[in-house]
C-alpha cells in the first residue's frame, strides 16, 4: 500500500532527493510518482544513477545542498531527505531556505535516526521529537511519522516522516 503522501493523483511532479547518494531513495521515489514527474539528485559526491522508471525525468546535480540549491531548481512539491539532515548544524536555517523553493503546499520526506546521541556517522543526529518542534516552528502545521524500523547498524531505530503545509 502507497502511502498518503504519495498517492498517485495523476498530477505531474518535481522532488528533488537531497544527499542521494548512488540513488537508492531517488530510485524509490522514480517508482511512486506518475509519469511525466522530474526529480534532482543532488550531491556533493559525482554519482552514476541508475534508471529505474524512464517515464521520470532524473536529473543528477553535483552540488553542496547544504548552502544552497541551484537556481533553476524551485516550484518543488516534495523535497526528500534520507540520512542527511543528520549532516546539518544548523538545520533551521536550512530548512527555511529550502521552504522557499517549494510550491505552498509542498511537502518535506525526512529519514532519520532517531537518537540524540552523535557519532562519526551521524554528527548531528535529530529526533523524532525535535524533529516534529523542527518544523512547528517553521510553521508546519502537520509533520507525521509514517514509518519506523530497526536500522541494521548499532540496533539505532530509523524513522520516515512527512512534514505537510
Same mark, same amino acid.
Given at each position: !500500500? $502507497?502511502?498518503?503522501?504519495?498517492?498517485?493523483?495523476?498530477?505531474?511532479?518535481?522532488? =528533488?532527493?537531497?544527499?542521494?547518494?548512488?540513488?537508492?531513495? =531517488?530510485?524509490?521515489?522514480?517508482?511512486?510518482?506518475?509519469?511525466?514527474?522530474? $526529480?534532482?539528485?543532488?550531491?556533493?559526491?559525482?554519482? =552514476?544513477? +541508475?534508471?529505474?522508471? +524512464?517515464?521520470?525525468?532524473?536529473?543528477?546535480?553535483?552540488?553542496?545542498?547544504?548552502?544552497?540549491?541551484?537556481?533553476?531548481?524551485?516550484?518543488?512539491?516534495?523535497?526528500? !531527505?534520507?540520512?542527511?539532515?543528520?549532516?546539518?548544524?544548523?538545520?533551521?536555517?536550512?530548512?527555511?531556505?529550502?521552504?522557499?523553493?517549494?510550491?505552498?503546499?509542498?511537502?518535506?520526506? $525526512?529519514?532519520?535516526?532517531?537518537?540524540?546521541?552523535?557519532?562519526?556517522?551521524? +554528527?548531528?543526529?535529530?529526533?523524532?521529537?525535535?524533529?516534529?518542534?523542527?518544523?512547528?516552528?517553521?510553521?508546519?502545521?502537520?509533520?507525521?511519522?509514517?514509518?519506523?524500523?530497526?536500522?541494521?547498524?548499532?540496533?539505532?531505530?530509523?524513522?520516515?516522516?512527512?512534514?505537510?503545509?
Amino acid at each position: !500500500m $502507497i502511502n498518503p503522501a504519495f498517492q498517485d493523483s495523476g498530477k505531474i511532479e518535481k522532488w =528533488t532527493d537531497l544527499g542521494c547518494g548512488k540513488g537508492l531513495y =531517488t530510485n524509490a521515489l522514480a517508482e511512486i510518482l506518475p509519469g511525466g514527474s522530474e $526529480i534532482y539528485s543532488i550531491d556533493k559526491d559525482n554519482q =552514476t544513477l +541508475p534508471i529505474v522508471n +524512464p517515464e521520470i525525468k532524473t536529473e543528477f546535480i553535483q552540488h553542496d545542498f547544504s548552502k544552497d540549491l541551484p537556481v533553476h531548481i524551485e516550484n518543488l512539491d516534495g523535497i526528500l !531527505m534520507a540520512n542527511s539532515l543528520q549532516y546539518i548544524l544548523d538545520k533551521e536555517q536550512l530548512l527555511r531556505n529550502l521552504k522557499l523553493k517549494m510550491k505552498s503546499k509542498g511537502r518535506f520526506v $525526512i529519514i532519520e535516526y532517531d537518537t540524540q546521541r552523535a557519532n562519526s556517522w551521524v +554528527p548531528y543526529p535529530i529526533n523524532f521529537i525535535e524533529l516534529k518542534e523542527l518544523f512547528a516552528k517553521l510553521g508546519y502545521p502537520k509533520i507525521e511519522k509514517i514509518a519506523r524500523r530497526k536500522s541494521v547498524y548499532q540496533n539505532n531505530v530509523m524513522f520516515t516522516a512527512v512534514a505537510e503545509y
